[in-house]
C-alpha cells in the first residue's frame, strides 16, 4: 500500500476523463432521479402497500408501511413478506412537529414534504419526460459515439479477472496508473446495469401502471405479471437505484472526493501515479 | 494548486452542496406553490396527453379479465352513502321513480328511467380499476354504453364534451358546488368500453358503488369513472363550470386526462 510518489510527473498527470455529453447527462439525471425518487415516495405514500399480480389483495400485501396500535400505544409497523418491524419514528410512523404523523415515508423523504398526491403527480409525470429525454439523448450519444462500446462494455479479459477486482475493491485498493485511466470491471458492469437494467426497468414499469399506456400496449402487463406486480417492481428497482447511487456516493467520497467532482464538472482528472512493481 | 486555495473552494463547494440540500428538502415545498412553477410542472400533462391520445386508437381496449380474476373485497372509495335528500328518498324506494337526464348540445334531451336503461342494449366487461392511490381492484360491470345513449339523444357535432353531475356532495359545503362531478372527451365517450353502468359483479349496482348509476372509464384512472351519475350534459367547453378544471378532484389539482 506504499504509494510514495517517485516522479512528479506521474503523480501530476491529467486526463480528459468525461465527455460533455457525459457531465451533462449525468448532472441533469442525478437531479432529475432525486425529484422522482422524493414525488415517487410522496405517490407511494397515497397507499403505501404493495401487491402481487393484477389486483390488490388488501389483507395480503407483500409490503406495507402503516400505523397500528398495540397495548393501546400507536406504533408504525412496517410489513416484509408477513414479517413486521417495529419503524415508529421513520415508516408507518414518523414525528413531526404536531407529535406523530401517520404515513409511509416521512415528510423529509417526499416531494412535496405534506401530503399531497395530485402536486407528487405533477412533480413526477413532469420529470418523469426529463428523464425520458436525458435518458435517450445519454443512450443514442453512448451508442454513436463509442462510449458504451469502449468505454463501458467489460472485455472477456476483464470479466475473467473479476475475482481479482472485486478482492482489490474489498480492500480498498483502487487502480492506479494507466488502469485508472478506464473505468474498472466493477464499474462497468454497475454503469452498465444502472443504465440498461435498471433506469429502462423503472420506464417500463412506470408505463405499465398507466392505464393508457396498458391500453396501447397490454404486453406490459404480461411482461411484470399485472400492474400491482409492475408497481412492487417499480418499487424494487427504484430501491437498487438507491442502493447504487450510496455506493456510488461512498466510491466518489473513498477515491478522491475533489478529483472525482471535478473530473464529473470539468472533465479533469487527476491520475494517481502507478505503483511500482518489483 | 495552492492549499488554500483549495480549501477555500472546497468549503465554498460544502456550502453550495449544503444549500442544494437545503433547497431540495424544504424550498421545493414553496416553490411547488409559485404559480408559474405549476404551470411548467401542469405542462407535462399535455404532452401526456397528446402522447396517448396519438398512440390510443378506438379499438384499443382496456384488457378484459376473468370471473375467477374478480376482486373478493372491491375497494369503495369517495363518497360511500350520499348525504343528499333527494338521493335518500330515491334510494328508499330502489330508485323506481328516478331518472337520468341527458341534455346540453343535445337534438333530444332525454330523461330515462332505469327500465328504459335496462331496456336498451348492453355492454358487460370485467376491467380493472386503478385507483390513483396506486390499488387495483377488478370488477365486473354491466350497464349501457355512453355511445349509445349519446347517439339515441342526438349529440350536436359541436359538441366535445361529456359532462356528469353525480348527487354526492364530496366536498361537503351543502352546496350544488360541492358535489362530486366529471366530464371526458368524445375519444372517451365513445369507446367501446365507456359505458354507464346500473350492475355490478352480477348484481344491481350497490349504493358504496354508485347506485343506481356510475361511469366506467376503462382507459382512465378511477376518479374519472364517476358515481351516482344523475345527469349528463354534452358541452363544447367545461371553462364555466365550476372552478373550470372538468372535475371535482381536477378542480383540487388532479390532472384532467387521468391516463396515467
Same mark, same amino acid.
Given at each position: 500500500?506504499?504509494?510514495?510518489?517517485?516522479?512528479?510527473?506521474?503523480?501530476?498527470?491529467?486526463?480528459?476523463?468525461?465527455?460533455?455529453? /457525459?457531465?451533462?447527462?449525468?448532472?441533469?439525471?442525478?437531479?432529475?432521479?432525486?425529484?422522482?425518487?422524493?414525488? @415517487?415516495?410522496?405517490?407511494?405514500?397515497?397507499? $403505501?402497500?404493495?401487491?402481487? @399480480?393484477?389486483?390488490?389483495?388488501?389483507?395480503? $400485501?407483500?409490503?406495507?408501511?402503516?400505523?397500528?396500535?398495540?397495548?393501546?400505544? %400507536?406504533?408504525? /409497523?412496517?410489513? /416484509? +413478506?408477513?414479517?413486521? &418491524?417495529?419503524?415508529?419514528?421513520? &415508516?408507518?410512523?414518523? @414525528?413531526?412537529?404536531?407529535?406523530?404523523?401517520?404515513? @409511509?415515508? $416521512?415528510?423529509?423523504?417526499?416531494?412535496?414534504?405534506?401530503?399531497?398526491?395530485?402536486?407528487?403527480?405533477?412533480?413526477?409525470?413532469?420529470?418523469?419526460?426529463?428523464?425520458?429525454?436525458?435518458?435517450?439523448?445519454?443512450? +443514442?450519444?453512448?451508442?454513436?459515439?463509442?462510449?458504451?462500446?469502449?468505454?463501458?462494455?467489460?472485455?472477456?479479459?476483464?470479466?475473467?479477472?473479476?475475482?481479482?477486482?472485486?478482492?482489490?475493491?474489498?480492500?480498498?485498493?483502487? $487502480?492506479?496508473?494507466?488502469?485508472?485511466?478506464?473505468?474498472?470491471?466493477?464499474?462497468?458492469?454497475?454503469?452498465?446495469?444502472?443504465?440498461?437494467? +435498471?433506469?429502462?426497468?423503472?420506464?417500463?414499469?412506470?408505463?405499465?401502471?398507466?392505464?393508457?399506456?396498458?391500453?396501447?400496449?397490454?404486453?406490459?402487463?404480461?411482461?411484470?405479471?399485472?400492474?400491482?406486480?409492475?408497481?412492487?417492481?417499480? &418499487? %424494487?428497482?427504484?430501491?437498487?437505484?438507491?442502493?447504487?447511487?450510496?455506493?456510488?456516493?461512498?466510491? /466518489?467520497?473513498?477515491?478522491?472526493?475533489?478529483?472525482?467532482?471535478?473530473?464529473?464538472?470539468?472533465?479533469?482528472?487527476?491520475?494517481?501515479?502507478?505503483?511500482?512493481?518489483? | 494548486?495552492?492549499?488554500?486555495?483549495?480549501?477555500?473552494?472546497?468549503?465554498?463547494?460544502?456550502?453550495?452542496? *449544503?444549500?442544494?440540500?437545503?433547497?431540495?428538502?424544504?424550498?421545493?415545498?414553496?416553490?411547488?406553490?409559485?404559480?408559474?412553477?405549476?404551470?411548467?410542472? =401542469?405542462?407535462?400533462?399535455?404532452?401526456?396527453?397528446?402522447?396517448?391520445?396519438?398512440?390510443?386508437?378506438?379499438?384499443?381496449?382496456?384488457?378484459?379479465?376473468?370471473?375467477?380474476?374478480? !376482486?373478493?373485497?372491491?375497494?369503495?372509495?369517495? !363518497?360511500?352513502?350520499? =348525504?343528499? #335528500?333527494?338521493?335518500? *328518498?330515491?334510494?328508499? !324506494?330502489?330508485?323506481?321513480?328516478?331518472?337520468?337526464?341527458?341534455?346540453?348540445?343535445?337534438?333530444?334531451?332525454?330523461?330515462?328511467?332505469?327500465?328504459?336503461?335496462? #331496456?336498451?342494449?348492453?355492454?358487460?366487461?370485467?376491467?380493472?380499476?386503478?385507483?390513483?392511490?396506486?390499488?387495483?381492484?377488478?370488477?365486473?360491470?354491466?350497464?349501457?354504453?355512453?355511445? #349509445?345513449?349519446?347517439?339515441?339523444?342526438?349529440?350536436?357535432?359541436?359538441?366535445?364534451?361529456?359532462?356528469?353531475?353525480?348527487?354526492?356532495?364530496?366536498?361537503?359545503?351543502?352546496?350544488?358546488?360541492?358535489?362530486?362531478?366529471?366530464?371526458?372527451?368524445?375519444?372517451?365517450?365513445?369507446?367501446?368500453?365507456?359505458?354507464?353502468?346500473?350492475?355490478?359483479?352480477?348484481?344491481?349496482?350497490?349504493?358504496?358503488?354508485?347506485?343506481?348509476?356510475?361511469?366506467?372509464?376503462?382507459?382512465?384512472?378511477?376518479?374519472?369513472? #364517476?358515481?351516482?351519475?344523475?345527469?349528463?350534459?354534452?358541452?363544447?367547453?367545461?371553462?364555466?363550470?365550476?372552478?373550470?378544471?372538468?372535475?371535482?378532484?381536477? =378542480?383540487?389539482?388532479?390532472?384532467?386526462?387521468?391516463?396515467?
Amino acid at each position: 500500500m506504499d504509494a510514495r510518489p517517485t516522479d512528479p510527473i506521474d503523480q501530476g498527470e491529467v486526463v480528459y476523463r468525461h465527455s460533455g455529453a /457525459v457531465r451533462a447527462t449525468h448532472w441533469i439525471n442525478a437531479l432529475v432521479l432525486l425529484v422522482l425518487l422524493m414525488s @415517487g415516495l410522496q405517490i407511494f405514500n397515497a397507499h $403505501p402497500a404493495l401487491y402481487l @399480480g393484477s389486483k390488490s389483495d388488501f389483507d395480503a $400485501p407483500v409490503f406495507a408501511m402503516r400505523p397500528m396500535m398495540h397495548d393501546n400505544k %400507536i406504533f408504525g /409497523v412496517t410489513t /416484509v +413478506l408477513g414479517w413486521d &418491524f417495529d419503524t415508529t419514528g421513520v &415508516f408507518g410512523l414518523a @414525528g413531526d412537529e404536531n407529535g406523530h404523523d401517520p404515513r @409511509g415515508f $416521512p415528510w423529509w423523504a417526499t416531494l412535496p414534504g405534506y401530503q399531497d398526491l395530485s402536486l407528487g403527480r405533477r412533480w413526477h409525470f413532469f420529470f418523469a419526460w426529463l428523464f425520458l429525454f436525458n435518458g435517450l439523448a445519454y443512450l +443514442l450519444w453512448s451508442l454513436g459515439s463509442g462510449h458504451l462500446r469502449r468505454d463501458l462494455v467489460p472485455s472477456g479479459r476483464e470479466l475473467k479477472h473479476i475475482g481479482a477486482s472485486i478482492w482489490d475493491h474489498i480492500r480498498l485498493r483502487f $487502480p492506479k496508473g494507466d488502469e485508472a485511466k478506464r473505468y474498472n470491471v466493477l464499474q462497468k458492469l454497475s454503469y452498465l446495469t444502472v443504465a440498461l437494467v +435498471l433506469l429502462p426497468l423503472m420506464l417500463l414499469t412506470g408505463l405499465a401502471m398507466s392505464p393508457g399506456m396498458d391500453a396501447v400496449a397490454p404486453i406490459l402487463l404480461d411482461i411484470f405479471g399485472g400492474r400491482q406486480s409492475a408497481r412492487t417492481i417499480h &418499487f %424494487i428497482s427504484a430501491s437498487f437505484i438507491v442502493i447504487f447511487v450510496v455506493v456510488h456516493i461512498v466510491m /466518489v467520497l473513498i477515491t478522491g472526493v475533489w478529483n472525482n467532482l471535478r473530473s464529473m464538472i470539468t472533465g479533469r482528472y487527476v491520475i494517481a501515479p502507478a505503483e511500482k512493481e518489483s | 494548486m495552492s492549499s488554500g486555495n483549495g480549501l477555500d473552494r472546497r468549503g465554498f463547494l460544502a456550502r453550495g452542496l *449544503a444549500a442544494a440540500g437545503t433547497t431540495l428538502l424544504g424550498g421545493c415545498d414553496p416553490l411547488s406553490e409559485q404559480p408559474w412553477v405549476r404551470r411548467i410542472l =401542469d405542462s407535462a400533462e399535455t404532452l401526456t396527453r397528446v402522447t396517448q391520445r396519438a398512440l390510443l386508437t378506438p379499438s384499443d381496449l382496456a384488457r378484459e379479465y376473468s370471473e375467477a380474476d374478480l !376482486s373478493r373485497e372491491f375497494k369503495a372509495n369517495g !363518497s360511500t352513502d350520499p =348525504d343528499d #335528500a333527494g338521493y335518500k *328518498a330515491h334510494a328508499a !324506494s330502489g330508485f323506481a321513480n328516478w331518472k337520468l337526464q341527458v341534455g346540453g348540445l343535445v337534438g333530444e334531451p332525454l330523461s330515462l328511467s332505469l327500465d328504459e336503461l335496462r #331496456a336498451m342494449n348492453s355492454r358487460t366487461q370485467i376491467t380493472r380499476h386503478d385507483c390513483v392511490e396506486g390499488w387495483s381492484c377488478i370488477g365486473k360491470w354491466k350497464g349501457v354504453p355512453l355511445s #349509445a345513449l349519446l347517439e339515441r339523444a342526438q349529440i350536436k357535432p359541436e359538441a366535445r364534451y361529456i359532462v356528469f353531475y353525480c348527487a354526492d356532495d364530496l366536498g361537503e359545503t351543502g352546496t350544488e358546488d360541492g358535489k362530486y362531478y366529471e366530464s371526458v372527451g368524445l375519444a372517451d365517450a365513445f369507446h367501446a368500453q365507456t359505458i354507464l353502468a346500473y350492475e355490478m359483479n352480477g348484481e344491481t349496482l350497490p349504493i358504496p358503488h354508485g347506485a343506481p348509476l356510475r361511469l366506467r372509464v376503462e382507459r382512465q384512472l378511477g376518479y374519472k369513472m #364517476a358515481k351516482y351519475v344523475m345527469r349528463v350534459e354534452a358541452v363544447d367547453s367545461f371553462a364555466g363550470i365550476r372552478r373550470g378544471r372538468g372535475g371535482f378532484w381536477e =378542480d383540487l389539482g388532479y390532472e384532467w386526462y387521468a391516463g396515467i
